[in-house]
Nanobody, 111 residues
Framework: QLQLVESGGGLVHAGGSLRLSCAAS????????IGWFRQAPGKEREGISC???????LYIDSVKGRFTISRDNAKNTVYLHMDNLKPEDTAVYYC?????WGQGTQVTVSS
């Protein structure tokens, strides 16, 4: 059974950086596209970035140029490096592979 575990969230000031990790167990990630989503209080969950098996990436406009998604297949882990964080980035961040979701990691950005 595939399991995804996110980590790396925390509290940062605006302009700061964090790197989120999504570690997989029970299956290898190298054959799958992986996505990062986030859900802010009172809002719907939104997809923010994804990476396919060839390493091609997509970002929503609000994070483009600030967030970088990457994968390390040897470590069975996908990362989301977030720079220049803004208060509106505050949310629970989740990684996703097909029907599988992690438990989420909280990111809070103070102004």
């Amino acid at each position: 059974q595939l399991q995804l575990v996110e980590s790396g969230g925390g509290l940062v000031h605006a302009g700061g950086s964090l790197r989120l990790s999504c570690a997989a167990s029970g299956s290898t990630l190298d054959s799958y596209a992986i996505g990062w989503f986030r859900q802010a209080p009172g809002k719907e969950r939104e997809g923010i970035s994804c990476i396919d098996t060839d390493g091609d990436t997509l970002y929503i406009d609000s994070v483009k140029g600030r967030f970088t998604i990457s994968r390390d297949n040897a470590k069975n882990t996908v990362y989301l490096h977030m720079d220049n964080l803004k208060p509106e980035d505050t949310a629970v961040y989740y990684c996703n592979l097909e029907d599988y979701w992690g438990q989420g990691t909280q990111v809070t950005v103070s102004s």
